[in-house]
């Protein structure tokens, strides 16, 4: 009944769908803003006002030729919003919606993100202004080398001065082309060539577990704040993942990663949105059996054991405990935010709801938390990636089999103390040395654990802090001011 009501009074409102939503560089500078009021007493104004804007924007034009011969102008941009750290860092964005505005917001909350999460990063974002499914593989391919080109010859790319990775609309195919024209352009000079870019296929460079990274950073993200009783009692929600029903919004890399964990960990998941329509079933959906439908059939629509739903955003106003948006900006706005029925917005992708909602959101309670925490799994782990580049090697690869043959004196002393043998089993448990991904899980795990409690540690230390995205934002600002302050202004 509940969902039947809400859906009625979403359609009342659908026209006027979108007309309030603020730009999202302002909606980021809104809560900046906010944050940069509690750092008054320890940075100057002006500095803050500084670390806000965007330092440089690169916004180009270039024309593509494409398969049937015509011409076509592609608009692309690359935004380095912060220089405090090098190299800046931020994944590349195909899309339609890509608009100058769009990638200022993204590059700051990149600046944000890899503070709160010790990535000793600037902040970065590329887009350009295409729908790749309208595009074929080869053209997709000129237009990502020649988007690499543009951006060598302006000193927008290279290991240590600005490095993309996957976002939104691109993956490891487009990340390779990247680093092959990289190499290619600079001639073989450069012995760090491979760490220009992350998110790259594992046989050229990319790191094991690279792919999950922000999917398996949401739910460790997610796992963490259920268990803080004492954040969870101020919004009423019952600790622990399990059980817990979920819609996901979106099921590319980031929101089938998320979704597979989270059903993993103990939660069901009731609904996934996609951009051609949803899928709905209370009892709880298999998400690899969705997986499966979805490569089979082109779409997750027509899943036998749901109900589809062809607009798939009003998904967002259903029955569940946790809404995951995980595609795209501005999607829970002044138009929805008072039929969200979920307790927890959990902000996979970038900027999903607007500062406006926000206020809306958590006049009712609801608890957020916040994208530049939350999805900030991907990042850490191009961090390990382009690590793995620049230092040429595997990570396990020195240590596997002296912690494996150190383990095995070990067990096998135990074994002659005690007189009894370990299973099989149990023995390759524990002798097993870490492998690339086991490390790469774990340092990610530490990672959203510890910004977590950063996070938190600032918010305990000034109880003034709104809230949960706030506290993450001067989590963030305070680093980058800080090294401003250290390094000083440069006349
Ligand atoms: N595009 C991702 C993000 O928004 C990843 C960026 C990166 O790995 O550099 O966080």
Same mark, same amino acid.
């Given at each position: 009944?509940?969902?039947?009501?809400?859906?009625?009074?979403?359609?009342?409102?659908?026209?006027?769908?979108?007309?309030?939503?603020?730009?999202?560089?302002?909606?980021?500078?809104?809560?900046?803003?906010?944050?940069?009021?509690?750092?008054?007493?320890?940075?100057?104004?002006?500095?803050?006002?500084?670390?806000?804007?965007?330092?440089?924007?690169?916004?180009?034009?270039?024309?593509?030729?494409?398969?049937?011969?015509?011409? #076509?102008? %592609?608009?692309?941009?690359? !935004? *380095?919003?912060?220089?405090?750290?090098?190299?800046? +860092?931020?994944? /590349?964005?195909?899309? #339609?919606? %890509?608009?100058?505005?769009? !990638? *200022?917001?993204?590059?700051?909350?990149?600046?944000? +993100?890899?503070? /709160?999460?010790?990535?000793?990063?600037?902040?970065?974002?590329?887009?350009?202004?295409?729908?790749?499914?309208?595009?074929?593989?080869?053209?997709?391919?000129?237009?990502?080398?020649?988007?690499t080109t543009q951006l060598l010859h302006k000193h927008f790319i290279g290991p240590a001065v600005d490095v993309p990775a996957p976002d939104y609309g691109t993956g490891e195919r487009e990340m390779a082309w990247i680093a092959d024209t990289y190499m290619m352009l600079t001639g073989g000079s450069d012995i760090n060539a491979l760490a220009c870019v992350t998110g790259k296929p594992i046989n050229q460079g990319g790191v094991r577990g690279r792919r999950e990274a922000t999917g398996l950073g949401v739910y460790y993200g997610l796992r963490e704040a259920l268990r803080d009783t004492d954040l969870l009692k101020r919004y009423g929600i019952l600790p622990g993942i399990e059980g817990k029903t979920v819609i996901v919004q979106g099921f590319g890399n980031v929101g089938y990663h998320a979704a597979k964990f989270i059903q993993e960990g103990g939660g069901i998941i009731v609904g996934i949105i996609e951009y051609d329509g949803a899928i709905y079933n209370p009892k709880g959906l298999d998400v690899e059996?969705?997986?499966?439908?979805?490569?089979?059939?082109?779409?997750?629509?027509?899943?036998?054991?749901a109900k589809t739903y062809k607009n798939g955003n009003r998904l967002l106003t259903f029955p569940c405990d946790i809404l995951v948006p995980a595609a795209l900006e501005n999607q829970i706005t002044v138009e929805n935010a008072e039929y969200v029925q979920a307790k927890i917005i959990a902000e996979a992708a970038n900027g999903p709801v607007t500062s406006q909602a926000e206020e809306i959101l958590e006049k009712r309670g609801i608890l957020i938390i916040p994208d530049l925490y939350l999805n900030a799994g991907g990042v850490t782990v191009s961090y390990f990636e382009w690590l793995k580049n620049i230092s040429h090697i595997r990570f396990g690869r020195m240590g596997k089999r002296f912690d494996e043959a150190v383990n095995t004196r070990l067990v096998d002393s135990i074994e002659r103390l005690v007189g009894k043998q370990f299973s099989q089993i149990e023995r390759n448990l524990l002798i097993r040395g870490a492998e690339e991904q086991d490390l790469v899980y774990s340092g990610l795990e530490e990672t959203m654990i510890f910004a977590y409690h950063e996070i938190k540690s600032y918010w305990n230390a000034n109880p003034e802090i709104e809230n949960f995205r706030t506290a993450a934002y001067v989590s963030g600002i305070d680093k980058v001011a800080l090294a401003y302050m250290q390094l000083g202004v440069f006349p």
């Open positions: 009944m509940a969902v039947a009501k809400d859906v009625v009074k979403q359609r009342r409102t659908s026209s006027r769908r979108k007309k309030d939503v603020i730009p999202f560089f302002k909606s980021v500078s809104i809560y900046f803003n906010r944050a940069a009021n509690h750092l008054l007493k320890e940075y100057p104004a002006g500095l803050l006002k500084q670390i806000r804007e965007c330092n440089a924007v690169y916004s180009f034009h270039f024309p593509l030729r494409r398969d049937d011969g015509n011409i #076509e102008v %592609v608009h692309a941009y690359r !935004v *380095e919003h912060s220089h405090h750290r090098l190299p800046t +860092k931020g994944g /590349i964005r195909f899309s #339609e919606l %890509v608009d100058q505005d769009e !990638v *200022e917001a993204l590059a700051a909350l990149m600046t944000f +993100k890899c503070a /709160i999460v010790h990535v000793p990063f600037g902040g970065a974002k590329g887009g350009v202004k295409i729908n790749p499914r309208n595009y074929s593989v080869t053209e997709l391919e000129r237009i990502t080398r020649r988007y059996d969705v997986q499966r439908w979805r490569q089979e059939t082109g779409s997750i629509t027509g899943y036998p054991k």
